[in-house]
């Protein structure tokens, strides 16, 4: 049975850090391509930052240079590290898990649909 834990999140000022971790187990967690998603409250949920199992990465926009996705195989552990934090980061954050090849788009975060999910942590950036 895949399960995806998230852990990490908090409330934080504007312009701080925070550092998301997802905890995996029931599949062979190297091959699997992974991402993190958000979804604020009244908005759609929205792909962050994704990572194959190449190590190939894919942000959004909105969060690149601020965030940085990496996973340590040896743990079965992804990491969303998260710098510069805004308001608008607000949002429930989920990781996603599938073992399927990433979408062949050059921002591939947008265009990918994990079959497994956790259950989320909250973020909350106050200004």
């Known amino acids: 049975q895949v399960q995806l834990v998230e852990a990490g999140g908090g409330s934080v000022q504007a312009g701080g850090s925070l550092r998301l971790s997802c905890a995996v187990s029931?599949?062979?967690?190297?091959?699997?391509?992974m991402g993190w998603f958000r979804q604020a409250s009244g908005k759609e949920r929205e792909g962050v930052a994704g990572i194959d199992s190449d190590g190939s990465t894919s942000y959004a926009d909105s969060v690149k240079g601020r965030f940085t996705i990496s996973k340590n195989n040896a743990k079965n552990t992804m990491y969303l590290q998260m710098n510069s934090l805004k308001p608008e980061d607000t949002a429930m954050y989920y990781c996603?898990?599938?073992?399927?090849?990433?979408?062949?788009?050059?921002?591939?975060?947008?265009?990918?649909?994990?079959?497994?999910w956790g259950q989320g942590t909250q973020v909350t950036v106050s200004s």
């Open positions: 996603g898990a599938d073992r399927g090849a990433r979408p062949p788009k050059a921002k591939w975060v947008g265009y990918f649909h994990p079959t497994y």
């Open positions: 029931g599949y062979t967690y190297s091959t699997y391509c």
